[in-house]
């Protein structure tokens, strides 16, 4: 069974650094590509970030480029994302998804909040 | 960046069908994916590659995409379908790869 399992989040200042990790079962996980998604409070999805299985292509939204970081440990299974100079804005439910051929997800962790607040 | 543009909410009463739209330009020459969500749950994929159901989605959810609207389409809609709907397509042409739809309310009657 597919299993994605993110967690790290939490209470953070505005302009903290917190890691998110996404813990991957139930497949093989070094096959797939894999995007970070995030949920504002009562709002829509947003997509984050996005990395090649390998880890060698990294695309971002503009909303978070020079402040995120994606990443994966393929040895661990898991995926990672660094925020940095985190505000106000960018409270939500963090999802981590894997992402299919066709470009679509096809599964999706259960999220972790991360609320930016002082 | 390419934009989508769904109905802030739709009504339907139990048994009836329901039609989701999800607009954007030229968006019938991209492959269109959709995603129930029920609250305090993650998304689930209902509809990916315009029309195609994953394993364990009943038949009863289908798409189409034609011109400058995608649709979902629910229908013998149950009480168990009233959750948020979004629509995404992969965009190549520009940096923001992943687009989403504003999202849809369904309520059920």
């Known amino acids: 069974e597919v299993q994605l399992v993110e967690s790290g989040g939490g209470l953070v200042q505005p302009g903290g650094s917190p890691r998110l990790s996404c813990a991957a079962s139930?497949?093989?996980?070094?096959?797939?590509?894999m995007n970070w998604v995030r949920q504002a409070p009562g709002k829509g999805l947003e997509w984050v970030a996005h990395i090649s299985s390998s880890g060698s292509t990294i695309y971002y939204a503009d909303s978070v480029k020079g402040r995120f970081t994606i990443s994966r440990d393929n040895a661990k299974n898991s995926l990672y994302l660094q925020m940095n100079s985190l505000r106000a804005e960018d409270t939500g439910v963090y999802y981590c998804?894997?992402?299919?051929?066709?470009?679509?997800?096809?599964?999706w962790g259960q999220g972790t909040l991360v609320t930016v607040s002082s | 960046s390419y934009v989508l543009t769904q109905p802030p909410s739709v009504s339907v009463a139990p048994g009836q069908t329901a039609r989701i739209t999800c607009g954007g330009n030229?968006?019938?020459?991209?492959?269109v994916h959709w995603y129930q969500q029920k609250p305090g749950q993650a998304p689930v994929l209902v509809v990916y590659?315009?029309?195609d159901r994953p394993s364990g989605i009943p038949e009863r959810f289908s798409g189409s995409n034609f011109g400058n609207t995608a649709t979902l389409t629910i229908s013998g809609v149950e009480a168990g379908d009233e959750a948020g709907y979004y629509c995404q397509v992969w965009d190549s042409s520009s940096d923001h790869l992943v687009v989403f739809g504003g999202g849809t309310k369904l309520t059920v009657l």
């Open positions: 139930g497949f093989t996980f070094r096959n797939y590509n």
């Open positions: 030229d968006i019938g020459i991209k492959s």
């Open positions: 590659a315009d029309s």
């Open positions: 998804a894997r992402h299919l051929f066709g470009n679509y997800f096809d599964y």
